[in-house]
């Protein structure tokens, strides 16, 4: 079974940093793409940024130029750096990963809260 662990959220004020970050484990040959979704309050869900294999990234408009994505291929992790936040940034961010075991499928990660105070 494949486990995605979020880490790294927290409450900070406007214009502070987190840096958050996703492990996955288990057993599975290959993670082909890993990314961030985030859910605000009384929002639909939204993705943030996404990274593959191979290194090419991929970020929402919204936060572009304040929030980075990056990964780590031999420990299957993926971080996001988050600068410059915002209120409306308060929300709960979701790792996402596509994994292969016996295919490739998607998996989800519990979840992690940021809160940015104005």
């Known amino acids: 079974q494949v486990q995605l662990v979020e880490s790294g959220g927290g409450s900070v004020e406007a214009g502070g940093s987190l840096r958050l970050s996703c492990t996955a484990s288990?057993?599975?040959?290959?993670?082909?793409?890993m990314g961030w979704y985030r859910q605000g309050p009384g929002k639909q869900r939204e993705l943030v940024a996404t990274i593959t294999h191979s290194g090419t990234t991929s970020i929402a408009d919204s936060v572009k130029g304040r929030f980075t994505i990056s990964g780590d291929n031999a420990k299957s992790t993926v971080f996001l750096q988050m600068s410059d936040l915002k209120p409306e940034d308060t929300a709960i961010y979701y790792c996402?990963?596509?994994?292969?075991?016996?295919?490739?499928?998607?998996?989800w990660g519990q979840g992690t809260q940021v809160t940015v105070s104005s």
């Open positions: 288990g057993s599975f040959v290959a993670v082909w793409t």
């Open positions: 996402n990963a596509n994994i292969r075991t016996d295919s490739y499928r998607n998996y």
